[in-house]
């Protein structure tokens, strides 16, 4: 069911440029419009078939693991992430060291940061991400939009997705959190907007140059 309902918007955009591009023969810049449309929508289905390839293998350890430089996959995700009306992230709003990395699953980390960076620019249209690294060790987002429907006027981070306004995204997400051991959190943000936080629960991290080495 979660497979059919993400998928099924950016295969109508598909569908509709099709439609849209067998009339616009003589309008250069609106064909440019509709392309670049289409290519985003053809970006989001590749990234979600790629999520529920890796929650299809739960229980099997990744081939992949290895320690992973945290900064730079989320400078990787939010770049390909950077759509017209999207949450900004500028290049001060990712607090996180270059030297921070984790052990685990590269292309788990990068599944599970493109759905979480994509449900903030979803949510918080034209207003801003900021991603940080916390002792924890945990990875936190957090925006200036509405936040979560049902934590407006409270505060701190509470665990588990299973709540209203929650969001199909972060439910996948939560759930690809559990088959890696994790625990994903959510909270209100210093700006009132949505706080994420996924805590790498026995999982090692750290400024790993010596673990590299050793």
């Known amino acids: 069911m979660e497979c059919s309902h993400e998928l099924r918007t950016p295969l109508a955009t598909l569908k509709s440029g099709l439609g849209l591009l067998t009339d616009m023969d003589g309008d250069a810049d609106a ?35 290895g320690w992973v430089p945290v900064r730079q996959v989320v400078k990787e995700v939010v770049e390909e992430q950077r759509l017209p009306n999207a949450a900004v992230v500028q290049e001060g709003d990712i607090e996180i060291e270059e030297c921070v990395r ?80 994790w625990v994903l959190a959510r909270g209100v943000s210093a700006t009132g907007g949505a706080r994420v936080e996924v805590v790498f629960v026995s999982c090692e991290s750290g400024a790993s140059r010596d673990q590299r080495q050793g």
């Open 102 to 181: 984790v052990r685990a699953s590269r292309e788990v980390i990068t599944v599970l940061l493109h759905n979480l960076v994509a449900n903030a620019c979803q949510h918080a249209p034209g207003g801003r991400l900021r991603v940080s690294w916390l002792e924890g060790p945990k990875l936190r987002f957090d925006d200036d939009g509405p936040g979560f429907p049902d934590m407006r006027m409270g505060g701190g981070v509470g665990e588990s997705a299973a709540r209203p306004g929650y969001g199909i995204r972060l439910e996948l997400s939560e759930r690809l959190c559990r088959t890696q051991g």
């Open 31 to 65: 064909r440019r419009r509709v392309l670049a449309r289409m290519e985003r929508a053809v970006a989001r289905t590749e990234r979600f078939v790629q999520f529920f390839l890796v929650l299809a293998r739960e229980g099997r350890e990744p081939a992949d693991i």
